[in-house]
């Protein structure tokens, strides 16, 4: 398989459907749609980070949840990482990982992802209104 430019990670949200559903259709808030419009249209490969699943392609059907990183104690995030991590073979091999998540979803993957590709985080440091505005005014490179 060739080298791609880039692959997104983007994080799961609280706002999900009530029923079974592709992950990519599971997520209803509007920073999750914003995001996932902006990954699509960039064309690349992108994958979601799930508090319950870990590394989820977008097309994979999952049962609605209730867990969150923040949630949890810090060797549960520490086994949640883990599980990603062992997933990350799932990932075509990029140039960079764009990651749109959380402090909490990325911090323990920043090191294991560029140990694969370069790791940009765009949105860092902007809060939740900052981060629609973003989303809403930029496009893929």
Request: charged share 25%.
């Amino acid at each position: 398989m060739p080298t791609v430019e880039s692959i997104y990670l983007v994080s799961c949200v609280k706002r999900k459907l009530d029923c079974r559903a592709p992950a990519k259709d599971m997520y209803t808030s509007d920073w999750f749609k914003k995001a996932r419009t902006y990954v699509e249209s960039s064309g690349c490969p992108w994958f979601i980070l799930s508090a319950k699943y870990g590394l989820l392609r977008p097309d994979e059907l999952i049962d609605p949840y209730e867990q969150t990183l923040r949630k949890m104690r810090s060797s549960e995030r520490r086994a949640w990482t883990t599980g990603v991590e062992e997933n990350l073979y799932r990932l075509p091999d990029a140039h960079r990982v764009i990651i749109f998540a959380g402090v909490l979803y990325r911090a323990l993957l920043i090191e294991p992802l560029n140990a694969i590709a370069a790791v940009e985080v765009p949105m860092e440091g902007l809060g939740s209104g900052r981060q629609l505005q973003w989303l809403g005014t930029h496009s893929p490179r």
